[in-house]
Every structure is written in structure tokens, then in C-alpha cells.
């Protein structure tokens, strides 16, 4: 009898390789996404906002009754509107319907160079707004008006002395004139278009003299 030969085949590579390829392909995958989550790390949770205090009912009431007392005192008091150029200087106010024309400049150049501009009212009390104001109405002091002190430009573009001197002039109203004041930034206004007409300020009235 022939004697049957054994042949050995040679193992095959190929599904060896694919294994192989997978593997390898895997952990460049890993490393790349280790590499990006290290790149950019998840944001932090944002911190929960405060919640807003608990005001007790007995304050509460209190709060309520004090604003509707201001609100009155507000209400009461005549509107009086300072009107301010955009050169610092008061050209005119408004009050009880007329216009009382006027040329009181708020401003004067420094000679310190390190100033340039200064703010009278810082200089004299008689050049402060309201002080101004209450003499050219001929009143003792403004007790009774909401003065509105309206400048022609915005805020934002005022001059420093102009600016924070009319800040000032806000608590010198009250303490020295016993007028409330406050300061409109005309950038917070709506338009002209969307404002209610108003009607026409009538120019003040002299005084009669007796014969």
C-alpha cells in the first residue's frame, strides 16, 4: 500500500490582518478622543441663581404704603424742566406751561491742565442749578417743583465735569433748595414720533406794575 503524505497548509494571514487592522484602528480612535476631551474640557455647571428674599407680609405692607405716600408727594409737586445745551450752559426753563429764556453756562475752562473744564456749581453755590433756577423764578426755594434737569445730549456723551457735576447738583437741590430733582438721559426717551403731542409753552407774562 502507498502511504498517505501529509501536507501542511500555511496558516491564513488574511483574517489575521483584519484583526490585526481593527485593533490598532481602535486604539487610534480612543487615543484621539482622550486627546480631544483633554483639549477641551466639559464647561462647568452653571452656579443656581439666588432666589429672591422672602419679603415678611408686614414689610411688604409697609413697602407698598411708603411708595403710594411718594408717588402722592411726586404727583403734587409741579414739574420744573431745566433745559441744558450741549455746551453746559442752562438756555432756558419750563414751567407751568411758558418758557423762561435763559444764559447761565454751568461750565468754565481751568487752568489747571490737568482739568481743562470745571464745573462752576463746585465753585459757588449761586452757580449750582437749582439755585439758578429758584432765582430767575424769584421763589425762596423749590419746595413745591419736580425739578427735571434736561440736557440736550445723551448721558453717554456729556463731559466728565458736566456730567458729575449735575450728579452733585441732584443732592445740593435738596438740601439746599428743598427740591426734588432728577436727571433724564435723553437716549432713554422714546422717539419724538412716539411722544404724545404737547402743547405749545406760552412765554412768561410780566408782572403788572400799579400806576
Known sequence: MRSRRHVRRPPDLTSLFDVLFIVVFAALIRAAAVEHAAAHPPAPPAPPRPSAPVI???IAALRQRALTQLDAELAARAALVVRITKDGTIDALEVDGKRLALDAPLLEHSPDPDIVVAYLGD???ELRVCRIAALH????ELSRYLVILAPALPLADLPHALF???????DRCLTEQHGLATL???AALPPASARPPAS????PTAPRTTP
Request: proline content about 21%.
Open 123 to 125: 465753585r459757588s453755590a
Open 137 to 140: 423764578l424769584g421763589a425762596a
Open 56 to 58: 415678611p407680609p408686614a
Open 184 to 186: 433724564i438721559d435723553p
Open 200 to 203: 405749545a409753552p406760552q412765554p
Open 164 to 170: 458729575d457735576g449735575l450728579h452733585r447738583d441732584l
